[in-house]
Nanobody, 123 residues
Framework: QVQLVESGGGSVEAGGSLRLSCAAS????????MGWFRQAPGKEREFVAV????????YYADSVKGRFTISRDNAKNTGYLQMNSLKTEDTAIYYC????????????????WGQGTQVTVSS
């Protein structure tokens, strides 16, 4: 009932920044918890960050805490992931996801997924 499209990925040098966007269409975006996940080649998909419906609660993976910031603009039906101080190990395909239930770090709890956007960090 909601479609998600990521954008903003690309290639940057270590220490640089990128802002990913997740545009939602369909049902009211504000009714969904929004999360970001990533998957590197040969690795399982891992949790990155999540934000509650109104933006008041956020959680981050330890590996990105202090460097990444998740946010959302419900009026624009868009979620964001600001990534600063990027490291080579951040290289992955990044996916946004929406959940109709509760704030979670578990991918299986999310109902809708975007197609992903590639982030490549070089040294």
């Amino acid at each position: 009932q909601v479609q998600l499209v990521e954008s903003g990925g690309g290639s940057v040098e270590a220490g640089g920044s990128l802002r990913l966007s997740c545009a939602a269409s369909g049902r009211t975006f504000s009714s969904y918890v929004m999360g970001w996940f990533r998957q590197a080649p040969g690795k399982e998909r891992e949790f990155v960050a999540v934000i509650s419906r109104s933006g008041g609660i956020t959680y981050y993976a330890d590996s990105v805490k202090g460097r990444f910031t998740i946010s959302r603009d419900n009026a624009k039906n868009t979620g964001y992931l600001q990534m600063n101080s990027l490291k080579t190990e951040d290289t992955a395909i990044y996916y946004c996801a929406a959940s109709g239930s509760y704030v979670s770090k578990i991918s299986a709890t999310y109902d809708y997924w975007g197609q992903g956007t590639q982030v490549t960090v070089s040294s």
